[in-house]
């Protein structure tokens, strides 16, 4: 209670967030460390722009060459480098971690850091498994720490504009379906490091290729819109166009979500021509499409012709930072719903949808959710 109630002290301090990387450059920055770098989303912490929310105060990196070679790239001292994250936390005492490495790896992170305390954002998906999935909420609720988890289309403002809409206006009526488009050319056609690519492409560390990478986009803005109802079943192909470049997971997935009245189709791939995540929403009513993360098209009348806008963060009301979103947490600014797309609970369906998906491919047959059999 005493540590909750210095961390509220210091939120009220504070109006903005993000990482300074050595000296705070205000009297309270939290203490934010580092578990884990071989995620190549690393960049989107240490890259980014000094503000007054936090301050980095250590990194766990077991692969040493890797936390040495990101300390010279972006210029953060050696010396908060720690090869034990049980070390780190101990000495630094931080009030939150961001976990970068594999997937498999979050749970230990949960593990060591929610007993101790200290709030954690995960990069997608939340686990593996539903086992870990549901260890991880265990462990939160017991130490009443908070636990989310970050996909980069929570920060586009034009999905949450037409949440927005859907959830304040109605412009499309009765949602009928749902389709997500999400991926790349494939992680090694990108360039991705040999640190990331030694466990997005493992089954075990990733959970699955394509399938988890990019599914987990469509599962996560499904569960969100349809306020975290369990689907009906789930039914999912996956494919491996390059078997030479990724032999042991997919490189490509359907997925086909099946709700009471509703369904969410996601079409997840490492076969892209391009990079690329966007969502189509049809109701009985009209249409609303996030083209990207800044432009939509949208229609709801049949003799007037399709509407295209340019939103922004804030119109929209979005956080185009999670780590601000993170700071906020933890500080009572904001109370994120059980509906958010980085929510615990949001984000624990959408791992059972995943292993149902993954399952489903396995099998070559529909998933029934348990609540649904007869």
Not at 69 to 93: A, H, P, Q, T
Not at 102 to 117: N, Q
Not at 146 to 153: Q, R, S, V
Not at 264 to 285: L, P
Request: hydrophobic share 40%; net charge neutral.
């Amino acid at each position: 209670m005493i540590r909750h109630f210095f961390i509220t002290l210091i939120c009220s301090l504070l109006t903005v967030i993000t990482i300074v990387a050595q000296t705070p450059v205000s009297k309270n920055p939290m203490k934010l460390v580092i578990a884990g770098m071989s995620h190549g989303h690393i960049v989107f912490i240490l890259n980014r722009e000094p503000k007054k929310d936090f301050i980095l105060a250590g990194v766990y990196e077991p692969n040493k060459e890797l936390a040495l070679s990101l300390s010279k790239k972006f210029g953060f001292s050696k010396d908060l480098i720690y090869d034990n994250m049980e070390k780190m936390f101990d000495k630094v005492k931080p009030e939150a971690v961001v976990a970068f490495g594999s997937v498999y790896d979050h749970l230990k992170v949960i593990e060591a850091a929610a007993p101790r305390g200290i709030h954690v954002m995960v990069e997608k998906p939340l686990a593996t498994t539903v086992a870990q999935a549901e260890r991880m909420k265990y462990l939160a609720n017991k130490h009443n720490i908070k636990l989310l988890t970050d996909y980069e289309t929570s920060w586009y403002p034009s999905i949450a504009s037409a949440f927005n809409m859907i959830r304040e206006q109605k412009y499309v009526g009765n949602i009928k379906k749902i389709i997500v488009n999400a991926g790349h050319q494939g992680p090694k056609e990108i360039g991705c490091d040999p640190y990331f690519l030694e466990w997005l492409t493992d089954p075990k560390k990733n959970g699955a290729g394509a399938l988890f990478d990019f599914g987990c986009y469509g599962a996560n803005l499904a569960t969100a819109i349809m306020k975290n109802h369990e689907p009906l079943s789930v039914t999912a192909i996956t494919r491996q166009y390059k078997p030479q470049n990724y032999p042991l997971v997919d490189d490509d997935a359907t997925i086909i979500i099946n709700y009471p009245g509703t369904n969410c189709i996601i079409q997840a791939s490492w076969n892209w021509t391009f990079n690329r995540k966007d969502i189509e929403i049809y109701g009985d009513s009209g249409y609303i499409i996030a083209a990207d993360n800044y432009n939509m098209r949208m229609k709801n009348n049949r003799n007037t012709p399709e509407k295209h806008i340019i939103t922004n963060a804030a119109e929209s009301g979005v956080y185009e930072d999670p780590f601000s979103y993170f700071h906020d947490v933890i500080c009572g600014v904001i109370s994120p719903s059980p509906y958010s797309l980085y929510s615990l609970e949001n984000n624990v369906l959408t791992v059972k949808i995943l292993e149902a998906a993954l399952k489903s491919a396995r099998e070559q047959k529909t998933v029934v959710f348990p609540n649904n059999l007869q």
